[in-house]
């Protein structure tokens, strides 16, 4: 069975969402882990990978102070902790795919994700918002030099002359 990446990413926003809302409500039996195994229980058979999702939830819950210092200079006109719950969520999410799993999730997919995941269950403006943040991040790394830069190259390549098996031989 596929894995149904887009929907574990709609389940991971939900737990991570519903951990922050239980535990400022100040609900001391707040738990990620059992929060994300019930949230992925009624969707396990469409998901296919609950292991994304788990890996997901859970890295983002982990490292959720590191990205929210990360995220803040790339809004510095919107605190961190004056964004919406869910946006800030969907940035995290965004941003650890973006930055943490680059080796397994491509930028493009991860800033589109996110931005899918805005216009789904944030605000009317929140898929700009995280468009505008996710793609500085994006430029901040260096993304679309990287992106030039192969290109550039591949064009190289393209218009270089191909050396036969002949010439190289001295």
Request: aromatic letters at 6%; zero cysteines.
């Amino acid at each position: 069975m596929a894995s149904n990446r887009h929907l574990g990413r709609i389940v991971a926003l939900q737990s991570l969402y519903e951990y922050e809302f239980r535990n400022k409500a100040g609900d001391a039996t707040v738990d990620i882990d059992g929060i994300v195994a019930k949230n992925i229980e009624p969707y396990a058979k469409a998901l296919g990978d609950v292991d994304f999702v788990q890996d997901l939830a859970h890295g983002v819950f982990a490292e959720r102070e590191a990205l929210d210092a990360e995220l803040q200079p790339l809004a510095p006109e919107w605190p961190i902790s004056t964004i919406s719950a869910v946006d800030r969520n969907v940035l995290r999410i965004g941003l650890f795919e973006l930055t943490r799993r680059q080796d397994t999730v491509p930028p493009k997919v991860a800033i589109n994700e996110a931005v899918e995941l805005a216009k789904a269950f944030g605000s009317d403006n929140s898929s700009k918002f995280i468009n505008g943040v996710l793609g500085t991040a994006f430029r901040n790394m260096g993304g679309e030099e990287q992106k030039q830069h192969a290109e550039s190259n591949n064009e190289d390549e393209a218009a270089a002359p191909k050396d036969d098996a002949n010439s190289q031989k001295e």
